[in-house]
């Protein structure tokens, strides 16, 4: 039975906990989070009011998962890996690229088993995905689109009301939102990006763009009614239910505590009034290693889906939408579908299509079998993911194309 240590009992670390118990393997003996309500969720665990107390002991479990705020990823991470503790850490890594070093180099200091949640890595879909390629099923790789429908609710939940709005709260979209999709390029090809261009912008949520009436609530709005992004028609139907995204609203999901939230708190406000800063669509250009390239499209206005991926091979191409995998071969001219479905759906409340238990299974058996295998993503492939992310923002503000030196592997 391995032990298990949360650190940040929110959303993100509490759904991880779940999985890990949840397949038999692992209990919760500790949780460390500022808020009573969050270390209530692990009635038998040793609850700790921050990181700091639980980092000032001897080790007390076999593994600590950090799913605190972006910003403070950095100093547990070290600590705990400084401690002998292995670690699963959600993604991003970090918020600046020195941080990100920071991490990788305690992390392979420790020799802890050391995983960033790079859930698509580990999703059905991609496993068939990725066979399929390896085995030649269309050639060399020659060009991959990729898009990111990040969803027109989510966006306002996440993006615009919520914790990831302002880049120098947390950090900028890409990097938040969408650096384990520029993992997953990189997954696909098995080869480093060597060059990033990228445009795009925050272009609707902005106060100009607000309706003629529109109050600073939803609540209170004449004109809620016609508005896609209204807060009363995303969380009402959901009270009642303790799930993403309502658990982060309140404690009280009953349909009174909703409306006292929306009255309240931030997600409330109108999305064209609050102090959002991020991107809701931009589109990065990638040069990989060996002359092949990626567009990856990131944007809020679509449902919230799968990703859609086209794979273009010199002997055949696969179009895929996360559940199916469109396989067509040039010599043939024959097209095979494969299902790969998943339980869930693309979102956090859906598991990320299957990619968050098959994650917490991995790192699972890293540990308990001290064998890196199962995780498919080591530190060094991590940061350089991370760091085409931060390669594509500069070249986004400049308006330049940026040449990316080689990450150690």
Known sequence: MITLAIVGAGSRGASYA???????????????????????????ATPYAGWRELAALPRQADAVVIATQDREHVEPAVRFAELGYDILLEKPMAASEDD??????????????????????????TRVLKQLLDAGRIGEIVNIQHLEPVGWWHQAHSYVRGNWRRADESTFMLLAKSCHDLDWLVHLTGRQVTRVSSFGGLQHFR??????????????????????????RIYLPLAGGDEWPLSVLTDDVSEQGVL????????????YACDNDVVDHQVVNLEFEGGATASFTMTAFTPALHRQTRVFGTRGSIEGDGDRLTVTDFVTGRSETVDTRPTGDATARGG???????????????????????????????????????EA???RLRGETVTLEGTPR
Do not use: K
């Open 18 to 44: 779940d999985h890990a118990v949840e397949t038999g393997r692992a209990r919760v003996v500790a949780v460390a989070d500022p808020l009573a309500r969050r270390r209530g969720r692990f009635p038998d």
């Open 100 to 125: 990100c070093h920071a991490i990788v180099n305690a992390a392979e200091r420790s020799g802890a088993m050391f995983a960033v949640c790079h859930v698509l890595r580990y999703t059905p879909y």
């Open 207 to 232: 106060p100009e763009n607000r309706p003629e009436g529109a109050a600073d609530r939803c609540l209170d709005c004449r004109v809620e009614p016609d508005c896609p992004y209204s807060a009363r």
């Open 260 to 271: 006292e939230a929306l009255r309240t708190g931030p997600y409330g406000r109108c999305v």
């Open 352 to 390: 990320h299509g299957g990619g968050d238990q098959a994650l917490v299974e991995a790192f699972l058996t890293a540990v308990a079998t001290r064998e890196r295998a199962p995780i498919l993503s080591s530190p060094r492939e991590s940061l350089h993911s991370h760091l085409i992310a931060w």
């Open 393 to 395: 923002e500069r070249s």
